[in-house]
């Protein structure tokens, strides 16, 4: 009887154990995918703001046409579709790069700064900003979690079956780290 | 440094000129209450002797009993006396400090914020049994409008012997203002006890806590050390709680001493601070007039009220510029030269 037992127990212990591993690191990994599903909604966003920005901004800023066509160019590279992971980085970087610089800009045009329609673009551009930082972040933190799972003891024995591999960070912008506030720069 | 000396002037030159003439006037009142808790003090010493005398054979319970009802009995004399004077007190003297601080903010000594925002708020998971709110401040700064109050909230809990007892569950002032972000899920942040004595072991304890939401896991380490941070919707909690507010919340805890609980519904913030300390209340047995126990009032206030700005509630993300790097700044600025042919844009500006 309790040889009986004992067998259950030694059997049935791992296969639990495993089969709640497993789910585990799946678990851990569908919040990954999820975590990089929301950062490209938030991108497609963005990216669709670009014609309302280019609209807004090209009256006044005409010496910026160079920068808003390039924006263009970019958003139509990124619908064309296709891109490896690199380019989609690099389109991202961009586009990153040439919105805050335009963005920077507009204080050189107080009538475009004043405006409402800029106003309004500007506000989305905030919004979708904000929400891709917390977006690329909770990224971060899910992509910790799993790196955890994959390589701790004891899910790692189980990851090393599934095939699972470590996942890399996203790197923040620099540019989004920097603490310096706009209000100091003007008030020199 | 500077800003707080140029504070305490003001208040200085306040209490001097305003608040003093009321004061004496509450101060007379005050020692007329003070002499008339006298009798009761006096009758009920006298009751106990004439009882310990006229039976010699009380147990140390009866004694212990009769002690505590003597106490009562005190209690209730002083604050029937106190009533009015309390109500005087509040009307003038606190009530006057809040107009200084800002003329428009709004006092109500004897309300406080609704049972609802407590509940609602989502940091206490169960309703309090007793509720009461005091001192209510309702204003607007800039743009963001917000009140507080001091609450004391109870529970009943059953003890090891499976009696019925009242719990504190929250006393101290509880806050609530305008959130500068819209918000469709709750984030809730609170003391993190389990990180303190525990460590990482601790974190995993907290995963396992099913009466809150998800565990969210932030970045800064110092932050995570004093908060453990509870939300529906991972993203969320992240676009709300940025970098710099986490440093802000630090910073507020570290300069009063205290770790505050937060949360974050409805596009609004709540925050609780606990203290345990009657606010607003005027001494019976020490005088009035001392200047740093009336700065008490002043700076009582302004731990609440000063929450807008430490938490950076008005700065609204549609004007708001991202934070650019000196590189950026520079190229900008010379584009802005080149535009205008040498005008350049740091100009006159506001």
Redesign the interface.
Known sequence: MVALIAAVIMIGGPILLGILFYNNLINRKNSVDQ?LS?IDVQLKKRFDLIPNLVETVKAYMK?ERDTLVELTELRTRHMAGGLSVQEQADVTNKVNRLG??L???V??YPDLKASKNF?QL??AW??V???L???R??Y???V??YNNGIEQFPTNIMARSMGYQPHAYIEIP?????????KE??A? | MEEEALHTEGFDSFYERELLPALRELEAERKNIQSTLIYPTVGLGALALGLIAVLPNLGIQSMFLAAITGAGLFTWFKTKASVEFRVEFKNQIIRQILKHINKDFRYSGFSGLKKNDFTGSGIWPRTPDRYRGEDLVTGEIDQTAFSFSEVFAQIYVKDSKGRRRLQTQFKGLFFKADLNKETQHRTVILPDMAERFLGNMGQQLQKLNITRDDLVQLENVDFEKVFAVYGSDQVEARYILSPKLMERILAYSEKHELTPSISFKNSQVFVAIPISKEFFEPRIFRTLLNKEATREYYDDMQLAISLVNELDLNTRIWSKLPDYTEEEREDARRQGRNHRGGMGFGGTRK
């Open positions: 975590a929301d010496h805050r610089g963005m920077l800009q204080e050189n106003l500007q506000a905030n919004e900003e904000e929400q930082s917390a977006s972040r909770t971060n933190a899910a910790k979690d620099e540019e989004e780290r920097e603490n310096i506030s706009a720069m003007f020199n």
